[in-house]
């Protein structure tokens, strides 16, 4: 069982985690994207088999999604580090379908990956973004992250095009100063609430 959320339109949406047994609308849900957001993701997951690998068990990735009537409609992990000089920081990833976006779903997922952060006593997150990701830079902004390096040409995005990388980074009570920032302007207007 999940956990209920209201959406700032009042759509309801389950909150889970994202298992084997999601391979199929999982594989849905990535067929989906619109072709800009397929481009930056890391993996190409618009091939069946990779999304298959990428639900496998591992012990340094935690999974979720939101889930409407059977359909998954936001994809989001927690990488962990737990050994090496990188243990205490998590890498955030938020993936929302189109129909979904603008919603606070977004925060809502990053919410929910925040308490798995502390639970793992995670001090600080970081993301890593080429730099057309724009909108997923704003979420970003939003939650605290401060942009911390550009690396030029860096990656290659699913096109075979080279991109610069950008790493953001954001320690963890500050994301939750950010997030019940969030929650309590929309409380206010009645609307993205956990019930
Ligand atoms: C980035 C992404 C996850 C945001 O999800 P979302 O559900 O639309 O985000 P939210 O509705 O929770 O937005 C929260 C806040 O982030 C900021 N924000 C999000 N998208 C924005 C956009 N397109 N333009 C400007 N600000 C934006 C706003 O401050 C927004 O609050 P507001 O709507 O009250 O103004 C979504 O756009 C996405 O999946 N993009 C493609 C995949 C991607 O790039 N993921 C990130 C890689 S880890």
Redesign the pocket.
Known sequence: MGKPIKL?DGTSVEVRALTRADADESFAFFQK?QP??QA??RVKVIDRKIVEQRLQKNANVRRIAAVVEGKII?D?ALELNPYGWKRHLAE???????D???????????GELYELAIKEKVEEMV???MSP????K??????GFKQEAVMKNMVMDVNGRKQDLILMRCNLDEIWNKIET?YE??ESLGSLETV
Do not use: C, N, P, T
Not at 133 to 136: D, I, P, S, T, Y
């Open positions: 700032r994207l800009e957001d930056y993701l936001a989001a955030y990833r938020i993936i929302v379908a189109s979904y976006k603008r919603l606070g779903l977004g925060m809502v997922m990053a993301v890593e973004l990701q724009v909108e997923a704003k979420i970003f902004e939003r939650l969030y302007e929309f």
